[in-house]
């Protein structure tokens, strides 16, 4: 799906002003460092901006912060979801604590999502291993 112009400057400047998480979760993916997986950062996708995206296995990866927990951002992140999940794009949510303090399990968990889907056992739709902030 095509980003809108709006979205893709969106994702340009979001590129240059990402989180703590954010960055050192990049550092972890970039230039193809886990077991050979490109994931892009800040991709637009349609109206949206995804953390971190992963093409060859469709996965959105979602660093989420204290500011996905309150008001009506669960729903507004539960909208989104729903949308890529009819674009056949899975969502896994890492809470940005889990990425900050054990980066080891927010790794591991990515590579369990991915071994699921390359298995084939793993359905279309949100996957989160990891709740809470």
């Keep these: 799906m095509d980003a809108k112009p709006r979205t893709r400057a969106r994702a340009k400047a979001l590129r240059q002003d990402m989180s703590l998480p954010e960055v050192l979760l990049w550092r972890e993916l970039?230039?193809?460092?886990?077991?050979?997986?490109?994931?892009?950062?800040?991709?637009p996708f349609g109206l949206y901006v995804l953390d971190f995206y992963c093409d060859p296995v469709r996965?959105?990866?979602?660093?989420?912060g204290a500011m996905h927990y309150v008001e009506d951002r669960p729903e507004r992140d539960a909208a989104r979801d729903a949308f890529l999940v009819q674009a056949g794009i899975r969502t896994l949510r890492l809470p940005a604590r889990?990425?900050?303090?054990?980066?080891?399990?927010?790794?591991?968990?990515?590579?369990?999502?991915?071994?699921?889907?390359?298995?084939?056992?793993?359905?279309?739709?949100?996957?989160?291993?990891?709740?809470?902030?």
Excluded at 33 to 42: A, D, I, K, N, T
Excluded at 59 to 64: I, Y
């Design 98 to 133: 889990v990425v900050l303090k054990d980066m080891a399990t927010a790794l591991d968990t990515i590579l369990a999502v991915v071994r699921e889907h390359s298995a084939g056992c793993s359905p279309l739709g949100e996957l989160s291993p990891l709740r809470g902030d």
């Design 30 to 43: 970039r230039g193809d460092r886990l077991e050979g997986l490109r994931f892009r950062r800040q991709h």
């Design 59 to 64: 996965l959105a990866v979602e660093v989420d």
